[in-house]
């Protein structure tokens, strides 16, 4: 598993061997993938969008391939660039990308 996969990824799909850190309840398949980050550095970041992905133990880092297991509307973000956000309140909505920010970054 890699972190970091040189991008834009061949054919426009995940690489395999792409690791991404993803909140648990995606990843058990509990809550839909409601955000999709790809940092600028290059990292992938998935969560459900309701519950704190800081939390102790509410994140891992695990193969891609296993966010899309569930969630196989993620798979169509892998030309989401670096320093982009995909987001969606629900998995019947489409997603919405924008440049990312973390909190307290200045606008």
């Known amino acids: 598993m890699f972190q970091h996969v040189p991008w834009p990824f061949p054919e ?3 690489p395999a061997s792409l690791g991404a850190v993803l909140q648990r309840t995606v990843l058990d398949g509990d809550e839909p993938a409601r955000v999709v980050i790809h940092t600028e550095d290059g990292s992938w970041l998935i ?3 309701i519950t ?15 966010a899309i297991e569930h969630n196989s509307s ?12 995909a987001t969606r309140d629900d998995p019947a909505q489409p997603w919405i ?6 909190p307290g970054d200045e606008a």
Do not use: K, M, Q
């Open 12 to 14: 426009g799909s995940f």
């Open 47 to 49: 969560g459900d969008g």
């Open 52 to 66: 704190d992905p800081n939390e102790p133990g509410a994140s891992i880092a695990t193969h891609i391939s296993h």
């Open 74 to 85: 993620v798979n169509e973000l892998a030309t989401l660039p670096p320093g982009h956000v």
């Open 97 to 102: 990308i924008e440049p990312h920010r973390w």
